[in-house]
C-alpha cells in the first residue's frame, strides 16, 4: 500500500461548482498535513496546510482532515478555468522527527467553462 | 524575499557527461531537499538535509548521484556519468522545521535532457 494515495483524475468540473479532491494516508501517526498545486511545466506550489481535525478554510479553498478515517480532502468553491492543474496532497510520515513529506501522485483537476 | 533559487533552469547534455544542478534554499531554512520528477515516477524524494547534515540518502538512484551542502546557504546534487534515463526535471525545496512545521517551498526546478 502507497502511503499517500490519491486519484489520478482527470477530474471535470464545470466552472462554478464545486471541486472536491481526495487523498488518503497509511500512517496514523502523521501529524502535517499539505496540498499543492501544480501548473504543467511549473514547479508544486503549497496553497493549504493542515494540522487538526476538522475544516480549515482560505478563500475559495477548504481543507478538510479526519484523522481517524485516514483522509484529507481539498474543496475548491467556485472552480475557475485557472484552477486546472494537478493537486499534489503531502503528508508527514509520522514514524519519523525527522522534516521530510511523503507526496500522492497528484490528481489532475480540469475546469471545463 | 527571495524564494528557492536554482540553476541551470535547463540542461541539455551529452551521455557521459557531468551534471552540477545547484541550489539556494530561502534564507533562514534549515532543511533543504531535492526531488526529481517524471512522468512515470512522479515526485521522487532523493536526499535531504538539516542543518548542512544528509539525513537521508534511500532516495538517491545509485551511485552516478552525489549532493552536498557545504554551508546554509547552498548545495549541488552531482550525476556523473550522466545517463539518457536521468532526463527529469530536478526541484529543489526548502523548509524550517524548528518549530515542528514542514511545510516546503520548491525552486523553478531545473529541466534536464541527457542525449
Known amino acids: 500500500q502507497k502511503e499517500v494515495e490519491q486519484n489520478s483524475g482527470p477530474l471535470s468540473v464545470p466552472e462554478g461548482a464545486i471541486a472536491s479532491l481526495n487523498c488518503t494516508y497509511s500512517d496514523r501517526g502523521s501529524q502535517s498535513f499539505f496540498w499543492y498545486r501544480q501548473y504543467s511545466g511549473k514547479s508544486p506550489e503549497l496553497i493549504m496546510s493542515?494540522?487538526?481535525?476538522g475544516d480549515k478554510e482560505d478563500g475559495r479553498f477548504t481543507a478538510q482532515l479526519n484523522k481517524a478515517s485516514q483522509y484529507v480532502s481539498l474543496l475548491i468553491r467556485d472552480s475557475q478555468p485557472s484552477d486546472s492543474a494537478t493537486y499534489l496532497c503531502a503528508v508527514d510520515p509520522g514514524y519519523s522527527s525527522a522534516s521530510k513529506i511523503i507526496f500522492g501522485s497528484g490528481t489532475r483537476l480540469s475546469i471545463r467553462p | 524575499d527571495a524564494g528557492v533559487i536554482q540553476s541551470p533552469r535547463h540542461e541539455v547534455t551529452e551521455m557521459g557527461q557531468e551534471v552540477t544542478l545547484r541550489c539556494k534554499p530561502i534564507s533562514g531554512h534549515n532543511s533543504l531537499f531535492w526531488y526529481r520528477q517524471t512522468m512515470m515516477r512522479g515526485l521522487e524524494l532523493l536526499i535531504y538535509?538539516?542543518?548542512?547534515?544528509?539525513?537521508?540518502d534511500s532516495g538517491m538512484p545509485e551511485d552516478r548521484f552525489s549532493a552536498k551542502m557545504p554551508n546554509a546557504s547552498f548545495s549541488t546534487l552531482k550525476i556523473q556519468p550522466s545517463e539518457p534515463r536521468d532526463s527529469a526535471v530536478y526541484f529543489c525545496?526548502?523548509?524550517?522545521?524548528?518549530?515542528?512545521?514542514?511545510?516546503?517551498?520548491f525552486g523553478p526546478g531545473t529541466r534536464l535532457t541527457v542525449t
Open positions: 538535509f538539516n542543518n548542512n547534515v544528509p539525513i537521508d
Open positions: 493542515i494540522y487538526s481535525n
Open positions: 525545496a526548502s523548509s524550517d522545521n524548528r518549530g515542528g512545521v514542514y511545510e516546503q517551498y
